[in-house]
């Protein structure tokens, strides 16, 4: 009987293998063999696509005659820095005594490239080849994994997507940017007086550039107008509450050109004759309450933590990057605290629900989770978890959502502070779930001077739920609708009320007058967009360039985002690193450079479609029908071809630098202290 080869994606996670195996033999140089197994691992990719010029020499020269590039059979090698480490598993793949070969790659589509590329280039064959798919590094899930393992031939339209999605950049990142260094690299150095510029495009990078560049704009373009509106101070004098006027139907403004929206004037004085107006024959000052609503809110816990909304919180709470978040939670990943981390899904299977107890039983030793344990217990909401809005098999592809494993518990110590931070916030999110909903007391009140209605309301906090353990969010003080606020002063006015106060506030009836002690003017102004910050343009990614700050909202987006899960924080680094866009790291703001904007104007004026998130977005959502046997990898790449060549040949006909130099001048004065510091 042949032996076993287990083969996984880096060291450490080919050592809890090794060990969840019980394979204590000594390691040898790049794997550990036992009687019955061996295990090694990749490092990584071991293999990568080869450049132009190893079809061709010539090709080594970029060359508008030689495009477009779109081989017919494409062509692979090995990494050098990491050939040994290749020579190492190729071997073993293929040794006589080797009959079956389990698969414990990353259980994504990454994963699986990294492996299929290596089998490919080793030309292995008459082997049993079993997939490995795991959601933690836990010896029970790894143990799982072995024992559940289904034949590689499974997988085999993930990994055609994965080989899609490789071809699918390496063709337009090659065949663009050469194309566009060409026709207009010279245009960009000259500008700038560098040496030389090579234009960088990607499918998903360019797209990204674009979303940032064209923010950056409409906050150049925002012309700021100012509004005034007018509140009543009502009540008793030392507690009072404010009401804000609005231009609502009875109104003698109503629909009005003097309005800016209904709840404010365009001019300070017609704020001011509305205030002498409302004052005539009117001593002492009062109003009248017209309507008065008292109703009950409830606020369910949040959905669970993918990727994108963990590294969206963490650059909130820790200002840290996207690419750091993806680091700390694979850590976490590897010492088995965590489940897998590349998910796009919020919400657990129903299998994993069932099984729920093993990880809160778990968590009784981390003593930050031990009080809401014993509430949870208590409770009792654990058992019927798979009931819930956190728990559907369908909203799943590969891996559910981001949760604690309870294991691993003596690795935290170990830890740097900032991976016990990110820890705590994933923790506190899945121990929500588990309570009930905050539920909050509102009042909205109505009143009226003469003909004209002002509008208060309150709330307060009745009963905390979920609060208690995911904190409660920054109350807003003592003041409702604040004209300052990007939304123009038409969000809510919900003022968080003290609870004495708001019992008072709940006495109050429908016809009751009330003194008003004041009426006064409060300016405001309209506010421009803002930013993205790192945490904000991952999930704007997600959702296809949409930035959806509603919770609820993001949760029923269907279909694919620009990226994945696994790549949205290496695209943004690879913008960094490139200079085309600049992050401030102290406040995780991201602005574009003034060689991203140069570039943004060349690809809107030769290939526009690259900028559409909508598009890029489709070309995911592409690759996913692939990895569901929707359509053929022949379909797919038929539409890529025609894309490329249709589009090169576009840019070909094109004489537009004289245009383009205007749009460099146009952004030029927006970069001056920058241009003179260089």
């Known amino acids: ?22 394979i204590f033999a000594k390691r040898k140089d790049g794997y550990l063999e036992s009687e019955e197994a061996v295990v090694t691992w990749c490092v990584g990719h071991l293999v990568t696509m080869s450049y132009p010029e190893e079809y061709d020499p010539s090709l080594k020269r970029w060359s508008l005659e030689t495009l477009p590039f779109i081989p017919q059979e494409f062509k692979y090698e090995v990494i050098p820095g990491v050939a040994k480490q290749y020579r190492i598993v190729a071997g073993l793949l293929n040794r006589a005594d080797v009959d079956t070969i389990y698969v414990c790659t990353d259980s994504g589509r990454e994963g699986e490239y990294i492996y299929r590329l290596v089998e490919q280039q080793a030309q292995v064959t008459g082997k049993k080849r079993l997939r490995v798919w795991i959601d933690s590094q836990t010896e029970e899930e790894i143990l799982r994994g072995i024992r559940e393992a289904k034949d590689l031939s499974e997988y085999d339209n993930l990994s055609a997507s994965a080989y899609l999605r490789a071809k699918e950049d390496y063709l337009m990142g090659i065949n663009f940017s050469r194309l566009l260094t060409l026709k207009y690299g ?11 510029s090579v234009i960088s495009v990607g499918r998903v990078m360019t797209c990204v550039l ?28 030392g507690q009072t509450f404010e009401g804000e006027w609005r231009a609502v139907k009875g109104s003698r403004y109503f629909e009005s050109f003097d309005l800016y929206k209904e709840n404010g004037f365009k001019e300070k004085d017609k704020a001011e004759a509305l205030i002498q107006y ?8 009062t109003c009248q309450i017209t309507s008065i609503e008292k109703k009950k809110e409830k606020k369910n816990p949040p959905l669970l933590y993918n990727l994108a909304e963990l590294q969206n919180e963490c650059s909130k709470r820790f200002k840290i990057s996207p690419d750091e978040t993806l680091r700390i939670v694979q850590e976490l990943y590897e010492k088995k605290l965590v489940t897998y981390p590349r998910t796009d899904a919020r919400v657990l299977s129903t299998a994993v629900a069932k099984e729920i107890h093993k990880n809160l039983n778990g968590l009784m030793k981390y003593d930050v989770a031990v009080p809401y344990l014993k509430e949870i217990v208590s409770f009792g909401s654990h058992k019927g978890l798979e009931k819930t809005r956190y728990v559907n098999d369908k909203q799943i592809t590969d891996h559910y959502a981001i949760i604690p494993t309870g294991q691993g518990m003596g690795a935290l110590n170990g830890l740097s502070h900032l991976s016990k931070q990110v820890y705590e916030v994933i923790v506190r999110r899945f121990l929500s779930i588990f309570y009930p909903p905050a539920v909050y007391q509102k009042v909205a009140i109505v009143t009226k001077i003469k003909e004209e209605s002002f509008f208060s309301s309150f709330k307060v906090l009745a009963e905390e739920g979920y609060l208690k353990v995911a904190g409660n969010p920054a109350k807003k003080k003592a003041k409702t609708n604040n004209a300052d606020s990007p939304d123009d002063g038409q969000n809510d006015g919900q003022m968080e009320a003290d609870v004495n106060f708001f019992e008072k506030i709940k006495t109050l009836k429908k016809g009751m007058s009330l003194p008003v002690q004041a009426l006064d003017i409060k300016e405001g102004k309209t506010s421009p967009p803002k930013r993205y910050n790192s945490g904000s343009l991952i999930l704007a990614m ?15 987006i269907k279909g694919s985002g620009i990226g994945t899960s696994a790549t949205r924080g290496e695209i943004l680094k690879k913008l960094f690193n490139i200079k085309y866009l600049s992050l401030n790291k102290k406040t995780q703001i991201v602005t574009p450079s003034m060689l991203g904007e140069m570039v943004y104007d060349v690809v809107q004026n030769s290939i526009r479609s690259l900028l559409n998130p909508e598009l890029t977005a489709s070309w995911e959502k592409g690759l996913n029908y692939v990895a569901e046997g929707d359509i053929t990898s022949e379909e797919y790449m038929q539409k890529l071809d025609h894309f490329i060549v249709s589009r090169t040949e576009g840019v070909r006909g094109l004489r537009n630098q004289s245009q383009l130099r205007n749009c460099y001048d146009k952004i030029a004065q927006f970069y001056k202290k920058t241009n003179k510091g260089k």
């Open 278 to 285: 409302l004052k005539e024959n009117n001593e002492p000052l």
């Open 542 to 556: 997600e959702n296809a360039g949409q930035l959806i700050e509603d919770e609820e909202l993001r949760a029923q």
């Open 1 to 22: 009987m042949g032996k076993s080869l287990y083969i996984a994606e880096k060291p450490s996670v080919a050592q809890e293998f090794a060990k969840a195996l019980n």
């Open 210 to 237: 674009g979303m940032v560049v064209r923010r950056e704009r409409e906050i150049r373009e925002f012309v700021e107008t100012p509004f005034y509106r007018v509140l009543s101070a009502i009540g008793e004098s």
């Open 186 to 196: 010279n245009s960009i150095s000259s500008y700038l007086n560098t040496k030389y």
